[in-house]
């Protein structure tokens, strides 16, 4: 079994930072990609950024030079900092990775977090 536990949310002023943490815990053999996402009310869910296992990343247009995603292999743990935060950042953030949990045959399925608040007042 699989879980995923998000840290690190809360309230900030805007201008203001967070860092939100992800730690995947388990039956893990290999994790090919973690996102997070966030959801604000009334709206769709957002890819707000993604890191792979090569080492890429890639972000919202939204939050491109302000948000900054990185990645912990040994912990099987991926970051957010998030800098320069704005009111219109307020959302559940939630992350996802997608893993394998068994060598052979390795299929990848995506498993999700609970979700952590984060609240940037003006």
């Known amino acids: 079994q699989v879980q995923l536990v998000e840290s690190g949310g809360g309230l900030v002023q805007a201008g203001g930072s967070l860092r939100l943490a992800c730690a995947a815990s388990?039956?893990?053999?290999?994790?090919?990609?973690m996102d997070w996402y966030r959801q604000a009310p009334g709206k769709q869910r957002e890819l707000v950024a993604t890191a792979t296992s090569g080492g890429h990343t890639n972000y919202a247009d939204s939050v491109k030079g302000r948000f900054t995603i990185s990645t912990d292999n040994a912990k099987n743990t991926v970051y957010l900092q998030m800098d320069s935060l704005k009111p219109e950042d307020t959302a559940v953030y939630s992350c996802?990775?997608?893993?394998?949990?068994?060598?052979?045959?390795?299929?990848?399925?995506?498993?999700w977090g609970q979700g952590t608040q984060v609240t940037v007042s003006s």
């Open positions: 996802n990775a997608v893993l394998s949990t068994t060598a052979r045959p390795m299929r990848f399925s995506v498993y």
């Open positions: 388990g039956s893990i053999f290999e994790i090919n990609r």
